[in-house]
């Protein structure tokens, strides 16, 4: 039997009960094969490990993702997240009982997303101080620390069992290393483990999607563009336009077997999708959003779309209670926007955005130029709403 024989035997993204190995999705992707065929576990220090801030799947609500980002400790900014998820059902959520699986929990009959999201971290390090870690994580080398490329549910867990009483046996947590991220290995685990929500597909698709286009089309780096107070948005809108960056011939199978999907009409959905306001971005990411429930709001106008979000979220039963924790992303309409959804003036973000773009543009960088354009429309929405009366 040949080589390509072999190879076309296997179908790593095909949706049966079990998934292929990150090793034949690499392999039967890129026609390859890795020499790497016993993987080596070695325990890696907690504080040496980073999250990748591009992964499409965002373990933390927006709001507590700033934190994490701006460097504040482990302590901080989840103690802020066990505060946002105790403000969404009204009762003190309690880490301890939990994990110590208590009889007299105090439960949420229908947790809201926040803390359904802590739930999952939670119920997680419940399970591995009961019964190990069975499923290591993978991470890549960064200079002398490493980068999550898969499992950072498992991270955040060990990091809350470490927290409680500082025990040398959570201390450490057992990683394979690699020495590259493998952005199809990252979209085979997001797709094995737990279906994204909307936000999250249209972030796998844009990361791939880029993947495709290494070395006919030239993209910023995550860091580049986003800083604080800054919309992830922009770093996965540089393929929004599906005219100047299309799909690769021969690839829109791959892409969709990646992504779980069924149709290429899904992958143009989730590609509109890096079109949305940046406040509904967040919002949807955080209330995770299917798909479908965001559709109408792409072919709208900035504010039209904030505005039927909001409205969308205030009708939603299990979200009406809801006061989203995104930092400066997907707060309320009353403070940051005005009830038009245009911009405030007192929003730094808009000039420092402005300047850097613009600094870049003068270098030939048409995407910064596209990206300094959104945001000269977006004042010059809010000047002719002041002219309007519109305050």
Known sequence: ?????????????????TFASPKQVSDEIFRTESKDLTPVVTLIELDRIRPDITQPRHVLPSGIAHYLHSGLPFSDWFGAWRTAASEESGREFNVDAYIDAKEDINRSENPGPIETALLQVVELAASIQRDGLTNPITVVRYN???????????????????????????KRIPAQVSDKLNVWRQASENTARQDLNAIGRARQFAILLMELLKGEAAFLPYESIIGPGVSDRYYYAQVADGEQFRIPRGKGEILLN?????????????RALLRLPNKV?????????????LRPLVSLSEAEAIELAYQIMSEDTDTATIVPVSEGAASQPSQQRSSRGTPSIDEPKYYSDLRKHLLKA???????????????????????????GDR
């Open 144 to 170: 002398r620390d490493f980068t999550i490329e898969t499992g950072e549910r498992r991270f955040y867990a060990y990091q809350i069992l470490y927290a409680r009483n500082y025990e040398d046996r959570w």
């Open 258 to 270: 990646a992504m779980g999907l069924s149709h290429e009409k899904q992958l143009r959905q989730y």
């Open 1 to 17: 039997m040949t080589r390509n024989r072999r190879r076309s035997d296997i179908d790593p993204f095909e949706n049966h009960n």
């Open 281 to 293: 971005w967040h919002l949807a990411d955080d209330l995770n959003w299917a798909e479908g429930k």
């Open 362 to 388: 003068n270098s030939g960088d048409q995407d910064a130029l596209a990206r300094a354009r959104e945001i000269i429309e977006d004042l010059t929405r809010w000047l002719e709403n002041m002219e309007n």
